[in-house]
């Protein structure tokens, strides 16, 4: 069976390309870019390139970019590295609707003490900026914000938030691993002091991601026994992580027009083919701006993980926001937050589409679901009881 | 991803008995959309009281329309009083194994035809007793206390699985390790010789004994006991699981099982294996 991979928000296929330009690193090239003969030494030169890529890719300098092990210890490095930095302030931001990386670490960081407010969102997902504002103080250390929801795609105005946050002398993070790749970032126009991304969200291999840090910011290393990455992040360097990470970043800055117009128009009909196609259905987040490949839809009176089940019997690959795909119980915090009903919250499925999607795969998964969606609802002892309601 | 057994597959994919029946002799609902999952089960029973029919609309997640339709092929053919004796671990070995975070659904359906055959008895399942611990999904102390003891359970995810409770916002979880650590770890009182037992209190006292103090040991490592008559000091008992048929059974029962009756309710018990 075919597989019709929609599900790029989770991880994404590694560029042929990309794995080209790895694979030597594996075979010949195999050395310690730290050692003093130039067969391991020389390699800080291809390490010097692709960080040049990843720095190109968003703005930045070369200097300003750190490798890490990819998205969730960037984020951790990032924050780490702002509290250990500012030991006086004991209060920091972020938002209701974050990645785990950063709601878990900030939970942690509010059991030890401090104060941590978590800025809301309204029915569309879009940050509460007023509460976000609002809540800043001499206190605050960092304001971490994603610069788009992974979920629903959902994109923050982070060029004009981190120009307002940096203004009142206090750090900014984003956490942007859903973002690179996807829409245009460029930091020298904003205020972002710190930025998380990882390769595999963009076709280059797992296991390897970077931390951009705004020259002059100040620093402390999270890993120490080493003086690679400049004494910021110990460890001997992934180097054929590094090396796929700056292909991919070079790939996807060749590709970003690609997303944002025939992958978007993709997105757009499969989204409203599938509005059209099955009743009770909508875009969570659907009014807002959003990333151009994703969207989260809602099947009311469905259970996620059994749409996903007989999806993939179609070999359809795609995520939910569903309770029982997690083994929590409770549906996804990001719809909760946007005040998404049960109803719905239980049947959202987040289709995630990428340079290789095509027309055809986009046209099999509208001609699948409507059945999926029915076959299920015709078991489900609520559809009824809907229905009949809504006909009164 | 979830690893369900192929019965699961099966049974989710091709769903037996989906539907209503509209002249049922009893109807169980539970569960409801915000908790994620919801069964309705029908059946029809013939002169003689035997299940002809039994449908179901679910709800959930892919185990528990499995668990659904299992349950319905297992209760068909049945009378009540065979089928009111279904529990939720007949219905996840009918399906081969429920992954432990999936164990609720079995447990919907077991509640589902408790529901239904009270319907048709014409009363209600009582509410369930207890001071709710867990309010995200309305769970007891008692019933957690109860699943944890009948189903050995040793983490706050085990009870998790089997009830849902602690699944929601995590407020809970101290309260439910409370009740973990009580079940597993409290010592029974040693009771003074002065008062002698009614026959009545020594039984209760016999099974409280095994369950809490010698099935927890058994169950470790793979065997299990059961409680079949007690006739004077006579106490019988059938062994189970790998302990049945263990040449070292023998000592068990009287090394372990005699020594902890006579320890904890009275010194003159004799323990007898029963064969079946």
Same mark, same amino acid.
């Not at chain 1, 003093?36 to 692709?50: E, K, P, Q, T, Y």
């Given at each position: 069976?075919?597989?019709?991979?929609?599900?790029?928000?989770?991880?994404?296929?590694?560029?042929?390309?990309?794995?080209?330009?790895?694979?030597?690193?594996?075979?010949?090239?195999?050395?310690?870019?730290?050692?003093?003969?130039?067969?391991?030494?020389?390699?800080?030169?291809?390490?010097?390139?692709?960080?040049?890529?990843?720095?190109?890719?968003?703005?930045?300098?070369?200097?300003?970019?750190?490798?890490?092990?990819?998205?969730?210890?960037?984020?951790?490095?990032?924050?780490?590295?702002?509290?250990?930095?500012?030991?006086?302030?004991?209060?920091?931001?972020?938002?209701?609707?974050?990645?785990?990386?950063?709601?878990?670490?900030? &939970?942690?960081?509010?059991?030890? $003490?401090? @104060? %941590?407010?978590?800025?809301?969102?309204?029915? +569309?997902?879009? /940050?509460? !900026?007023?509460?976000?504002?609002?809540?800043?103080?001499?206190?605050?250390?960092?304001?971490?914000?994603?610069?788009?929801?992974?979920?629903?795609?959902?994109?923050?105005?982070?060029?004009?938030?981190?120009?307002?946050?940096?203004?009142?002398?206090?750090?900014?993070?984003?956490?942007?691993?859903?973002?690179?790749?996807?829409?245009?970032?460029?930091?020298?126009?904003?205020?972002?002091?710190?930025?998380?991304?990882?390769?595999?969200?963009?076709?280059?291999?797992?296991?390897?991601?970077?931390?951009?840090?705004?020259?002059?910011?100040?620093?402390?290393?999270?890993?120490?026994?080493?003086?690679?990455?400049?004494?910021?992040?110990?460890?001997?360097?992934?180097?054929?992580?590094?090396?796929?990470?700056?292909?991919?970043?070079?790939?996807?800055? &060749?590709?970003?027009?690609?997303? $944002?117009? @025939? %992958?978007?128009?993709?997105?757009?009909?499969? +989204?409203?083919? /599938?509005? !059209?196609?099955?009743?009770?259905?909508?875009?969570?987040?659907?009014?807002?701006?959003?990333?151009?490949?994703?969207?989260?839809?809602?099947?009311?009176?469905?259970?996620?993980?059994?749409?996903?089940?007989?999806?993939?019997?179609?070999?359809?690959?795609?995520?939910?926001?569903?309770?029982?795909?997690?083994?929590?119980?409770?549906?996804?915090?990001?719809?909760?937050?946007?005040?998404?009903?049960?109803?719905?919250?239980?049947?959202?499925?987040?289709?995630?589409?990428?340079?290789?999607?095509?027309?055809?795969?986009?046209?099999?998964?509208?001609?699948?679901?409507?059945?999926?969606?029915?076959?299920?609802?015709?078991?489900?002892?609520?559809?009824?009881?809907?229905?009949?309601?809504?006909?009164? | 991803?979830?690893?369900?057994?192929?019965?699961?597959?099966?049974?989710?994919?091709?769903?037996?008995?989906?539907?209503?029946?509209?002249?049922?002799?009893?109807?169980?609902?539970?569960?409801?959309?915000?908790?994620?999952?919801?069964?309705?089960?029908?059946?029809?029973?013939?002169?003689?009281?035997?299940?002809?029919?039994?449908?179901?609309?679910?709800?959930?997640?892919?185990?528990?329309?499995?668990?659904?339709?299992?349950?319905?092929?297992?209760?068909?053919?049945?009378?009540?009083?065979?089928?009111?004796?279904?529990?939720?671990?007949?219905?996840?070995?009918?399906?081969?194994?429920?992954?432990?975070?999936?164990?609720?659904?079995?447990?919907?359906?077991?509640?589902?035809?408790?529901?239904?055959?009270?319907?048709?008895?014409?009363?209600?399942?009582?509410?369930?007793?207890?001071?709710?611990?867990?309010?995200?999904?309305?769970?007891?102390?008692?019933?957690?206390?109860?699943?944890?003891?009948?189903?050995?359970?040793?983490?706050?995810?085990?009870?998790?699985?089997?009830?849902?409770?602690?699944?929601?916002?995590?407020?809970?979880?101290?309260?439910?390790?409370?009740?973990?650590?009580?079940?597993?770890?409290?010592?029974?009182?040693?009771?003074?010789?002065?008062?002698?037992?009614?026959?009545?209190?020594?039984?209760?006292?016999?099974?409280?004994?095994?369950?809490?103090?010698?099935?927890?040991?058994?169950?470790?490592?793979?065997?299990?006991?059961?409680?079949?008559?007690?006739?004077?000091?006579?106490?019988?008992?059938?062994?189970?699981?790998?302990?049945?048929?263990?040449?070292?059974?023998?000592?068990?029962?009287?090394?372990?099982?005699?020594?902890?009756?006579?320890?904890?309710?009275?010194?003159?018990?004799?323990?007898?294996?029963?064969?079946?």
């Amino acid at each position: 069976m075919k597989t019709i991979y929609v599900d790029n928000n989770a991880t994404t296929k590694v560029a042929p390309e990309v794995v080209e330009a790895m694979l030597p690193y594996f075979t010949e090239r195999y050395g310690n870019a730290s050692s003093m003969h130039s067969f391991g030494g020389g390699l800080v030169v291809d390490i010097r390139r692709a960080r040049t890529q990843v720095a190109d890719l968003i703005g930045a300098r070369p200097e300003e970019i750190l490798f890490t092990s990819g998205g969730t210890e960037s984020d951790a490095t990032a924050i780490h590295a702002a509290l250990q930095s500012n030991p006086d302030k004991r209060h920091i931001v972020t938002s209701r609707v974050e990645h785990p990386a950063i709601k878990t670490l900030f &939970e942690r960081y509010q059991k030890n $003490g401090y @104060r %941590v407010t978590f800025v809301p969102v309204d029915g +569309e997902g879009r /940050l509460e !900026q007023t509460a976000l504002l609002e809540s800043l103080s001499d206190d605050t250390a960092i304001v971490s914000l994603m610069w788009a929801n992974n979920e629903t795609g959902v994109i923050n105005p982070i060029d004009d938030l981190s120009r307002e946050v940096r203004a009142r002398g206090i750090l900014f993070h984003t956490d942007a691993v859903q973002t690179v790749g996807k829409i245009p970032i460029d930091v020298s126009q904003n205020g972002v002091d710190l930025l998380s991304m990882s390769a595999h969200k963009f076709h280059g291999p797992k296991g390897i991601g970077a931390l951009y840090i705004r020259k002059g910011t100040k620093f402390k290393p999270m890993v120490v026994g080493g003086h690679q990455e400049g004494g910021r992040r110990a460890g001997t360097e992934n180097v054929p992580g590094i090396v796929g990470m700056g292909r991919a970043c070079a790939l996807a800055g &060749e590709n970003l027009e690609d997303v $944002g117009t @025939r %992958v978007r128009q993709l997105r757009d009909t499969l +989204e409203q083919a /599938l509005l !059209q196609a099955v009743p009770r259905s909508m875009a969570n987040g659907g009014q807002a701006e959003r990333l151009p490949n994703t969207t989260s839809i809602a099947f009311e009176y469905v259970e996620g993980e059994a749409i996903l089940l007989l999806m993939n019997e179609y070999g359809i690959c795609a995520s939910s926001g569903s309770a029982c795909t997690s083994g929590s119980l409770e549906p996804s915090h990001v719809l909760r937050a946007m005040g998404v009903p049960f109803t719905a919250a239980h049947g959202s499925i987040r289709y995630s589409l990428s340079h290789y999607t095509t027309r055809e795969e986009v046209d099999y998964i509208v001609d699948k679901m409507p059945p999926i969606i029915e076959r299920l609802r015709s078991m489900s002892p609520f559809w009824k009881q809907a229905t009949e309601a809504a006909m009164h | 991803m979830w690893e369900y057994t192929d019965k699961v597959k099966e049974h989710f994919l091709n769903p037996r008995n989906v539907g209503v029946i509209e002249d049922a002799d009893g109807v169980g609902e539970v569960g409801s959309l915000s908790c994620g999952d919801a069964l309705t089960l029908y059946f029809k029973l013939d002169a003689d009281g035997r299940i002809t029919d039994a449908k179901f609309q679910t709800f959930g997640c892919a185990s528990a329309i499995a668990s659904s339709s299992a349950l319905t092929e297992m209760m068909i053919g049945k009378t009540l009083e065979e089928a009111e004796k279904i529990t939720n671990d007949d219905i996840a070995s009918f399906l081969g194994e429920l992954p432990k975070e999936k164990m609720h659904c079995s447990v919907m359906g077991q509640e589902a035809l408790e529901k239904a055959i009270a319907c048709y008895r014409g009363e209600t399942v009582p509410k369930p007793e207890g001071n709710i611990i867990c309010e995200c999904f309305g769970i007891t102390d008692r019933q957690i206390e109860a699943t944890v003891r009948d189903h050995h359970l040793v983490t706050i995810d085990d009870v998790t699985g089997h009830l849902k409770a602690g699944g929601g916002c995590g407020k809970c979880h101290e309260d439910i390790q409370a009740i973990i650590d009580q079940v597993q770890g409290k010592p029974m009182p040693i009771r003074s010789e002065a008062a002698p037992l009614t026959n009545l209190q020594k039984i209760r006292l016999i099974e409280e004994t095994l369950e809490r103090e010698i099935k927890p040991a058994l169950h470790q490592d793979g065997g299990g006991i059961e409680l079949v008559d007690v006739d004077g000091n006579r106490v019988m008992v059938k062994l189970r699981g790998t302990c049945a048929g263990c040449k070292a059974s023998q000592v068990t029962l009287k090394k372990t099982v005699e020594a902890k009756l006579r320890e904890l309710v009275s010194k003159d018990l004799v323990v007898e294996e029963v064969r079946s």
